[in-house]
């Protein structure tokens, strides 16, 4: 992308928390050591140098990982809700009774993290 210092940026490395690292190169050489854009949580970038944020390549993968991760935790709140409707003591008709108390537990343990 004009007026970036990177020819490729990496952000395939995604941890088990969820966090993508995003590394770049600045040659199309593949001996290349690239270097350490910064990772994004949640939506939030963390630096590894403050000037990377100016990029314009960067400014637009950052957008791609961000518009990613909202679409996960979006994808999780309706699993959730799945979940709490599913388990409400409204519909436990479907539950056999053994199964009811652990039911109510897991549902009020999951209408707090909403």
Same mark, same amino acid.
């Given at each position: ?9 990496? =952000?395939?490395? #995604?941890?088990?928390?969820? %966090? $993508? ?5 600045? =040659?199309?050489?593949?001996? +290349?050591?690239? $270097?350490? &854009?910064?990772? #994004? &949580?949640?939506?939030? #970038? ?6 990377? !944020? /100016?990029?314009?390549? @960067?400014?637009?993968? $950052?957008?791609? &990982?961000?518009? *990613?991760? *909202?679409? +996960?935790?979006? *994808?999780?709140? @309706?699993?959730?809700?799945? %979940? &709490? !409707? /599913? ?8 539950? $056999?009774?053994? %199964? *009811?108390?652990? %039911?109510?537990?897991?549902? =009020?343990?999951?209408? +707090?993290?909403?």
């Amino acid at each position: 992308m004009e007026g970036s210092i990177f020819k490729e940026i990496m =952000t395939d490395h #995604v941890d088990d928390n969820g %966090a $993508v690292h995003m590394d770049g190169y600045k =040659t199309g050489d593949s001996n +290349e050591t690239g $270097v350490v &854009i910064g990772v #994004v &949580i949640n939506g939030e #970038v963390y630096w590894r140098d403050p000037e990377y !944020q /100016f990029d314009p390549y @960067v400014k637009e993968v $950052v957008e791609e &990982i961000k518009e *990613k991760q *909202k679409l +996960e935790v979006e *994808k999780k709140r @309706v699993s959730l809700g799945h %979940a &709490i !409707q /599913f388990l409400s003591p409204e519909n436990d008709h479907h539950l $056999v009774d053994f %199964a *009811k108390s652990e %039911a109510k537990e897991i549902y =009020t343990k999951l209408k +707090e993290l909403l």
